[in-house]
């Protein structure tokens, strides 16, 4: 294990004892001690500590005795951030169920695997999705479906700002199958009691799919509440702290950062079901938000925002997060709006968010960071396994106490993902980094994504993040595309900067990266952009780039 790290340690110890308590007794804990104080923040409505505690319960007591969801079963929670998300996470956990937290963007046919997969009977859902569940009821295990609509809590001040989710009333829905959650509370039923180990099995969120099928990672109480108070501990949060939620809570570094750790510490969520750059800074401004975990694509798009001012913006104490290279220039600009840093961090779905994390002292700009609470990283080759010199490049490989139990029914994935070292048992990222020589942790590329140019490896992060350099770049994504020549030729797409739409070519960023880059390794092909395709948590969908090209080559 590396320790040389520990020198820019933040002042804080280097070990954290994990909670043996569950995911759920921490909001029991502080509703218990801030009973009065705000949890959450909903366009222009607030619920207590007391409150959110109570809803968690009826809704839990509705699933036991009118769902007869049993302990240790399977049930998905299919919502955009809102109230309802949080209560419905914490409640299925209450009744001693486990959550399956689904990407809302998906479409029936896709959502059909998840509830295949995990045998799912009920159900918890935005109103919105009633035409992509309703037509699983009669083909799957599915059910009951629970669902919500997002305005019931919503206050008055901001009828102006509401996304039309959240505007739309209630819808009449049809029986038998759907259950009405407004009518679920008021039934005021109260939960039977559930005895919850921190070995048991809580929430199952699912990887991506972008090397195959996607994954349920199996993640306890224990694994989970692992990284809660890491990520307390390093944002030096307080139960007087406001988090402005903005990462969609299905995925794990919205789940951890802006849901778990705010009701850990007894602070404030104020969320956005949509994001929307001027009331994520109207938000920032009037509710006085402290703290901040976004992603680099939505942070670039805040801060292109006109209206942005340095007053706005005062209150914030800490801006970090991850998801693709962070521009220098940008992070000059929030600087001299905020005074603050990006601190960027690193984790998978498989380690329940992170298992690195810049110290907020002495970040490193495009950087992974270091090693976390308890978390032994090493870099290694991937075909010898064996580690690698400081500054040579290999694969992340990852022990620590967040990481997940292993995928769920997937035995054969769960052979090739871990791999034993001096008698611990390390998760194989996948990811290909290097490590510097003070500890620091950088990220190349995803070993599926190497683009190999006339049998040269070229990682498309790397071209990337040069690019940004390029003052007219405000996105970039590489891709390998298909060359009879070289095999695979390297394309980049690029979205500008508005002050320089229309005043400079894609011939002359090419010819800037021929200065700027190895022969081997410079874009030979540029194309503009207005936008990127991108998932629900914002990161760019380079695959589906680089597919659509492939297309054009093969109908020639």
């Not at 944002?235 to 402005?244: G, K, N, P, V």
């Not at 956005?272 to 938000?289: F, G, P, S, V």
């Not at 521009?327 to 709006?337: C, H, I, S, T, V």
């Not at 002292?361 to 090493?378: E, H, N, T, W």
């Amino acid at each position: 294990m590396q320790t040389k790290h520990f020198e820019f340690w933040p002042k804080l110890t280097k070990s954290i004892t994990v909670p043996e308590t569950s995911i759920y007794d921490n909001l029991k804990v502080s509703a218990a001690r801030y009973p009065d104080h705000e949890a959450i923040y909903y366009y222009g409505n607030t619920v207590t500590y007391k409150d959110l505690l109570q809803e968690v319960d009826y809704i839990a007591g509705y699933m036991q005795q009118c769902l007869e969801i049993k302990e240790g079963e399977k049930v998905l929670l299919f919502m955009q951030n809102s109230p309802q998300f949080i209560i419905g996470y914490y409640a299925i956990l209450r009744a001693g169920a486990v959550v399956v937290p689904i990407n809302p963007m998906l479409k029936t046919n896709e959502l059909e695997f998840y509830i295949k997969d995990c045998a799912i009977r009920n159900a918890i859902i935005g109103q919105e999705f009633k035409d992509v569940v309703e037509p699983l009821i009669t083909t799957t295990t599915l059910e009951n479906i629970l669902s919500a609509a997002y305005s019931d809590y919503k206050g008055k001040d901001m009828d102006s700002e509401l996304p039309p989710e959240v505007s739309a009333e209630r819808a009449e829905l049809p029986r038998p199958h759907f259950h009405i959650w407004a009518e679920a509370i008021k039934l005021r039923i109260n939960p039977k009691d559930v005895t919850a180990s921190s070995n048991d099995l809580a929430v199952l969120p699912y990887t991506s799919g972008t090397t195959g099928l996607p994954k349920g990672c199996m993640h306890t109480n224990r694994t989970v509440q692992a990284n809660i108070a890491g990520a307390f501990y390093w944002s030096r949060a307080t139960m007087d702290s406001s988090t402005l939620a903005t990462l969609p809570f299905f995925h794990v570094t919205g789940m951890v950062h802006s849901m778990h750790m705010p009701i850990f510490s007894g602070n404030k969520m104020v969320i956005m079901t949509r994001w929307n750059r001027e009331t994520a800074r109207q938000l920032i401004r009037d509710q006085k938000c402290t703290h901040w975990v976004t992603i680099s694509t939505m942070l670039v798009d805040f801060l292109a925002n006109p209206e942005v001012k340095r007053e706005d913006l005062k209150t914030l104490t800490a801006i970090s997060g991850g998801g693709a290279a962070f521009p220098k220039a940008l992070g000059e600009k929030l600087y001299k709006l905020t005074g603050l840093e990006f601190v960027e961090g690193y984790g998978l779905s498989e380690t329940i968010a992170q298992t690195h994390f810049n110290p907020p002292d002495r970040p490193k700009l495009q950087c992974l960071g270091i090693p976390s609470f308890d978390v032994d990283a090493r870099i290694i080759d991937p075909v010898t396994n064996e580690e690698v010199k400081t500054g040579e490049v290999g694969e992340i490989i990852v022990n620590g106490p967040q990481v997940m139990i292993g995928y769920y029914n997937r035995e054969e994935e769960n052979e090739l993902s871990f791999i034993d070292i001096e008698g611990k048992s390390f998760f194989r990222t996948g990811d290909i980094g290097r490590l510097d020589e003070e500890g620091y942790f950088f990220i190349v590329d995803r070993v599926k994504r190497m683009i190999n140019a006339s049998g040269y490896n070229v990682w498309p992060t790397e071209v990337e993040t040069a690019l940004y350099d390029h003052p007219a770049v405000q996105q970039a994504c590489v891709v390998g595309v298909p060359d009879p020549r070289k095999g695979e030729n390297i394309k980049a797409f690029v979205i500008l900067n508005d002050d320089y739409k229309g005043k400079v070519s894609e011939e002359e960023i090419i010819e800037w990266s021929k200065e700027k880059m190895a022969a081997y390794k410079y874009p030979r092909l540029i194309e503009f952009k207005n936008e990127f395709p991108t998932t629900n948590s914002g990161k760019i969908l380079w695959r589906k780039l680089q597919e659509e090209e492939r297309e054009k080559v093969e109908k020639g």
